[in-house]
């Protein structure tokens, strides 16, 4: 039971505590994802907390019927898991199923007339693992099926958020939200399966095995469901070491694309950089990186013979599509095929983020295309560009 209340105590704290910011959001009466995820937070708090066992006997006291804190139990958690559903299409900006909203009136009408039917002439009972009746089967399973089916919104709503989002910290936040959708789904699976095995035998030996298994992974929902909700300083916070080292790997791979093209296209400036300096300031030196992988870029672009089709080649007043190729060999000639080709599938109309993000995926294509060769405290560190 100390699980239950810790955990709803998480809960209503979260519910507490954005409920000014739900109140803030302009448009939470038209069902913003800020009141979405506020009134899935406030639903999960409620359902939680008339599962303690004292909460639940005095609640179903004050209203005067047998079991009546389960059918609220449930109704909350399906009114929740809708809630949150509804708050990721919102973020995906798609239009919610008319599916999804006939679906939540029936699981509440199910669960209603099953209850009427059947559950409220039940002793009541602390523990709902193992049902005693027909009639708690479907109760139960009525709501785990309709929970599992809408957790895998949220579920895969959030690890696509984390493969497109570009902030770190933002990315953070979808990870931590993806792992509680996912345990969610993992023990609404194990419940599914485990209320039919238990009503058959009652004694099964699966229940010693998985009732520890899914009291952890109730915790684990709860704890990530707790730091889904925590600040933006928090996690602009806890972004900064994976923002430094994914700007590492970043200058990594620019810097080694750009070391296969210094042979092609020597740059004017060269020399070698300290480590130290290059950490410093990790910005900086991407930045020139990319003027560097640019200017590479127009050379080979200026270079009759590298394309089929010259009349595509940009004309400048540096590089025209007449300059003759230098005195490559077979090797070097294929090399600056392949890269003038690679280069050309980026758009340099973007946003610096995105480049660099673009120029990475071409580093590892040609990497990949023509073997590793590079090391971050080499020669050609300098471009032609300078500032």
């Not at 509804?86 to 009408?109: D, F, H, K, N």
């Not at 009639?135 to 139960?140: D, G, H, Q, T």
């Not at 993992?186 to 095995?197: D, E, G, Q």
């Not at 070491?241 to 092609?264: G, H, I, M, T, V």
């Amino acid at each position: 039971m100390w699980d239950k209340a810790v955990i709803a105590i998480l809960a209503w704290f979260i519910t507490i505590y954005k409920y000014g910011a739900m109140r803030r959001d302009a448009q939470w009466r038209t069902g913003s994802v800020t009141f979405y995820f506020w009134a899935f937070s406030l639903f999960t708090a409620i359902g939680l907390t008339l599962m303690i066992w004292p909460v639940y006997l005095v609640f179903n006291r004050l209203v005067g019927l047998p079991n009546f804190g389960w059918l609220v139990t449930y109704a909350a958690f399906a009114l929740a898991i809708y809630c949150m559903a509804a708050g990721c299409y919102i973020v995906l900006e798609q239009p919610r199923p008319r599916l999804m909203s006939w679906s939540l009136l029936l699981t509440l009408a199910t669960m209603f007339v099953v209850y009427t039917a059947g559950i409220v002439t039940l002793p009541e009972k602390a523990d709902h693992t193992v049902p005693d009746v027909l009639a708690e089967v479907v109760f139960m399973e009525t709501i785990y099926i309709y929970m599992a089916v809408l957790s895998a919104i949220p579920m895969f709503t959030f690890i696509r958020l984390v493969w497109y989002e570009q902030i770190v910290s933002a990315r953070l936040r979808w990870f931590v939200g993806f792992f509680a959708s996912f345990f969610s789904f993992a023990v609404l699976f194990v419940k599914i399966v485990l209320t039919i095995v238990a009503f058959k035998d009652p004694l099964t030996p699966a229940l010693n095995i998985l009732n520890p298994l899914l009291t952890m992974a109730i915790i684990a929902v709860g704890v990530f469901m707790t730091l889904a909700f925590l600040p933006n300083k928090l996690y602009q916070v806890a972004a900064r070491p994976f923002e430094f080292l994914d700007k590492l790997l970043a200058l990594y791979e620019l810097k080694s694309l750009q070391n296969r093209l210094d042979p092609l296209c020597p740059p004017v400036v060269t020399g070698r950089l300290r480590l130290k300096d290059v950490l410093g300031d990790l910005d900086y030196h991407l930045y020139r990186a990319l003027i560097a992988i640019w200017d590479a870029k127009k050379t080979l672009s200026g270079y009759a013979g590298l394309t089929h089709d010259l009349t595509l080649l940009p004309v400048t007043a540096i590089h025209s599509p007449g300059r003759n190729l230098p005195e490559w060999d077979a090797r070097k000639l294929q090399q600056a095929r392949l890269l003038h080709d690679a280069l050309q599938t980026v758009d340099d109309e973007q946003p610096f983020t995105a480049l660099v993000k673009s120029y990475q995926r071409v580093s590892r294509t040609v990497r990949r295309k023509m073997g590793v060769n590079f090391s971050l405290g080499g020669a050609a560190l300098d471009v032609a560009y300078q500032n």
